[in-house]
Structures are given as structure tokens and as C-alpha cells.
């Protein structure tokens, strides 16, 4: 088993900056790969990014990509999103997740954190 607990998000105007944390616990935490979700209200889940337990090759999203970075502590069992130059439409509940494969997909996600709220202000 696998739990994983969002901290982080909050209140920020338009251009300013958020870094989440996710805190994992389990024995099985190196063998997986993490992720970023995030959802918007009466929106899907969609993906953000993942990273690789080594924190190589990192994927991101189009919609993120130059301005959210990924990146994970193994010795701290942690995995950060740095989110800079924040725009109105990142306003979501964001989710960390735990893959057995590198994947885009929802579905190949099996554990998940309960969410952290991020809003962006004009």
C-alpha cells in the first residue's frame, strides 16, 4: 500500500508561485512512478506530470510545460510541483498519484492523495 497526502496549494495572484508537496509512505513507494493530476470544477481529471523514481525524464503537459517543474526526494519520500508564472486557468484541486508505468492516463493510477486546492487570482 501506498499513501500519499497534497500539501501546499493555496490563494495566488496571477503570475506568482506555488510549490505542492506530496509525502508518500509504503515500502513500495521507489518502485513506483509519480504523478500530478489536477481538476477543475465540472472539468476532468487531467494530467499535469510525471517523473521516474530516479527523476530522470520528466513529462509535462502542453499546457504546463516552461512554467511547472517536477521533481522528487526519494530520501524525504517526497515529490514537489514548482508552478511559476500561475494563470487563472490552473485554478484546480491537485492530485498526486502512483503509477507502475510511465502513462498519461488516469486509469493507470492506482494510488491517490486526497487533493490540494490551488486558485489563481486575477
Known amino acids: 500500500q501506498v499513501q500519499l497526502v497534497e500539501s501546499g496549494g493555496g490563494l495566488v495572484q496571477a503570475g506568482g508561485s506555488l510549490r505542492l508537496s506530496c509525502a508518500a509512505s509504503?515500502?513500495?513507494?521507489?518502485?513506483?512512478?509519480m504523478g500530478w493530476f489536477r481538476q477543475a470544477p465540472g472539468k476532468e481529471r487531467e494530467f499535469v506530470a510525471t517523473?521516474?523514481?530516479?527523476?530522470?525524464?520528466?513529462i509535462y503537459a502542453d499546457s504546463v510545460k516552461g512554467r511547472f517543474t517536477i521533481s522528487r526526494d526519494n530520501a524525504k519520500n517526497t515529490v514537489y510541483l514548482q508552478m511559476n508564472s500561475l494563470k487563472s486557468e490552473d485554478t484546480a484541486v491537485y492530485y498526486c498519484?502512483?503509477?507502475?508505468?510511465?502513462?498519461?492516463?488516469?486509469?493507470?493510477?492506482?494510488?491517490w492523495g486526497q487533493g490540494t486546492q490551488v486558485t489563481v487570482s486575477s
Open positions: 498519484a502512483a503509477s507502475r508505468v510511465e502513462s498519461s492516463r488516469r486509469q493507470d493510477y492506482v494510488y
Open positions: 517523473i521516474r523514481w530516479s527523476g530522470s525524464s520528466p
Open positions: 509504503g515500502r513500495t513507494y521507489s518502485t513506483y512512478l
